[in-house]
């Protein structure tokens, strides 16, 4: 009698113990498409939400329209609104 009610309680907490166990978070792959007149611009990043990848890929976005070179005030705008509204 002992002996099984040792054994239930110690299956007891082996399934409550796994059932604690987290699994860590996947990361996700997403893809964007930016367009900026006749020159598009698609990036793909993996994260574990679309905020991050998100993120990321607006800053791609930039540095690829941006091309290391000086723009004008209006050339940014007009760039950091297409890298803030990407395509579906």
């Known amino acids: 009698m002992k002996k099984a009610l040792v054994m239930t309680l110690v ?3 082996s399934s409550i113990s796994f059932a604690w166990i987290e699994k860590a978070p996947q990361a996700k792959s997403y893809e964007f498409k930016f ?6 611009f698609v990036f793909s990043s993996s994260a574990l939400s679309y905020d991050e990848a998100f993120e ?3 800053k791609a ?3 690829h329209y941006k ?3 000086h723009v004008s005030e209006d050339q940014g705008l007009d760039i950091i609104d297409v890298c803030a509204n990407p395509r579906s």
């Open 56 to 58: 990321v890929a607006a």
């Open 61 to 63: 976005c930039f540095k």
């Open 35 to 40: 367009k900026l007149k006749a020159e598009s």
């Open 67 to 69: 091309r290391g070179r």
């Open 11 to 13: 299956l007891a907490i």
